[in-house]
Structure formats: structure tokens, C-alpha cells
């Protein structure tokens, strides 16, 4: 069974910064693609950065130049380094893997609350 296991949200002030972790296990299969989403109250589940197997990476346009997507060293993490914060940022932040043959698995989400 696939878990994705997701931390490092909190409160921060607008300004800040955060950095989310993501830990996938479990999948029989290769993962193609691990990113984050997040779904404000009232609004969309939107794409905030993914990363491929390869290393592209593809950002949703609210955060260019201030959100990082990387993988980690241990195999299947990824972290989201996430800089200049501002209150529009809250969110619950959910990590997303896209596994061969599986589809889509989706982690439980962490809060993010950015006070201005």
C-alpha cells in the first residue's frame, strides 16, 4: 500500500519561509512524478510545483521565483522550499505522487498559515 507521509507545515509570517517534506512508500511500482497541491478554503485544489523522475520541474504561476521543488537524497522525497511567504500562500498543502500503472495516490495534507 502506497503512503506518503508529509510534514513541515506551520504558522509563519508573511515574509517567511517553510520547508515541506514528502516521503512516498510502499509503491511496487516506479513513480513518475511527485509534486504538491493545495486547496485553499473555498477554492480549487491547484498545482503548486512537481518534479518528474528526471528532474523537470514545473511550477503553478503564483509561486515562480519564490518556491523550490527538489528531490531528496533518500529515494521517493521530495521537499518544497518555500520563500517570501505571503498570506494568499495558506493552504492545505498535499503532496501527490503519480505512480506507473497506478495513477494518482494523494497524502493527507499539512497546513500552512501565513499571517500577514
Known amino acids: 500500500q502506497v503512503q506518503l507521509v508529509e510534514s513541515g507545515g506551520g504558522l509563519v509570517q508573511a515574509g517567511g519561509s517553510l520547508r515541506l517534506s514528502c516521503v512516498a512508500s510502499?509503491?511496487?511500482?516506479?513513480?513518475?512524478?511527485m509534486g504538491w497541491y493545495r486547496q485553499a478554503p473555498g477554492k480549487q485544489r491547484e498545482l503548486v510545483a512537481a518534479?518528474?523522475?528526471?528532474?523537470?520541474?514545473n511550477y503553478g504561476d503564483s509561486v515562480k521565483g519564490r518556491f523550490t521543488i527538489s528531490r531528496g537524497n533518500v529515494q521517493n522525497t521530495i521537499y518544497l522550499r518555500m520563500n517570501s511567504l505571503k498570506p494568499e500562500d495558506t493552504a492545505v498543502y498535499y503532496c501527490?505522487?503519480?505512480?506507473?500503472?497506478?495513477?494518482?495516490?494523494w497524502g493527507q495534507g499539512t497546513q500552512v498559515t501565513v499571517s500577514s
Open positions: 501527490n505522487v503519480d505512480i506507473y500503472y497506478l495513477g494518482d495516490r
Open positions: 510502499g509503491s511496487p511500482f516506479s513513480i513518475n512524478v
Open positions: 518534479i518528474t523522475s528526471d528532474g523537470t520541474t
